[in-house]
T-cell receptor
Framework: AQSVTQLDSQVPVFEEAPVELRCNYS??????LFWYVQYPNQGLQLLLK??????LVKGINGFEAEFNKSQTSFHLRKPSVHISDTAEYFC???????????FGTGTRLLVSP | NAGVTQTPKFQVLKTGQSMTLQCAQD?????MSWYRQDPGMGLRLIHY???????DQGEVPNGYNVSRSTTEDFPLRLLSAAPSQTSVYFC????????????FGSGTRLTVV
């Protein structure tokens, strides 16, 4: 069973509009959760992480995510996107043994003018 | 610059050839891992290592071999390349149990013809 599920493979949005990228995790994943961004032809860069504490986590480039234990979700949000946010976004979680990072299948964010 | 260095960046192999993808990190990270990225499948774990001399299999280990003789290096060997191994390969490292997030290399794009 997929341990980290990203519900949308592609999200088109207009510049300056808000966006939410959805991520759900299963019980085989710990609550150490991450969002990574991959720009075209590049490696992955850490956007933000949740380890414990406040359920609202702020990251780089104006992104934030909210950890919701009851809904087993860790959705990524940005109130106003830019063309430069066009990229693929990956949700990931450490497995319960803390030895492996398990990735979702990715969501491609397409920002148009 | 501190980080994860992967070589080569691009490689074309013929079916049946063998090769080694190199990965080196200079952050004294204990954890290192190899992922392959294929369209629509996200990143899948091939092999990982929790420290020098210790390696273990991930989700898709068949056809790949690893060793970890030093903390810095974690090479990935393709024993007999097959077209199904055409992919982008990423090496990643982290300290401790990865709670700080992983640092990724820039990737090796491998084509097997």
């Amino acid at each position: 069973a997929q341990s980290v599920t990203q519900l949308d493979s592609q999200v088109p949005v207009f510049e300056e509009a808000p966006v939410e990228l959805r991520c759900n995790y299963s019980s085989s994943v710990s609550v150490y959760l991450f969002w990574y961004v991959q720009y075209p032809n590049q490696g992955l860069q850490l956007l933000l992480k949740y380890l414990s504490g406040s359920t609202l986590v702020k990251g780089i480039n104006g992104f934030e995510a909210e950890f919701n234990k009851s809904q087993t979700s860790f959705h990524l949000r940005k109130p106003s996107v830019h063309i430069s946010d066009t990229a693929e976004y990956f949700c990931a979680g450490l497995n319960t043994g803390f030895q492996k990072l398990v990735f979702g299948t990715g969501t491609r964010l397409l920002v148009s003018p | 610059n501190a980080g994860v260095t992967q070589t080569p960046k691009f490689q074309v192999l013929k079916t049946g050839q063998s090769m080694t993808l190199q990965c080196a990190q200079d952050m004294n990270h204990e954890y290192m891992s190899w992922y392959r990225q294929d369209p629509g499948m996200g990143l899948r774990l091939i092999h990982y290592s929790v420290g020098a001399g210790i390696t273990d299999q991930g989700e898709v280990p068949n056809g790949y071999n690893v060793s970890r003789s030093t903390t810095e290096d974690f090479p990935l060997r393709l024993l007999s390349a097959a077209p199904s191994q055409t992919s982008v390969y990423f090496c990643a490292s982290s300290y401790s149990h990865g709670g700080g997030g992983y640092t990724f290399g820039s990737g090796t794009r491998l084509t097997v013809v």
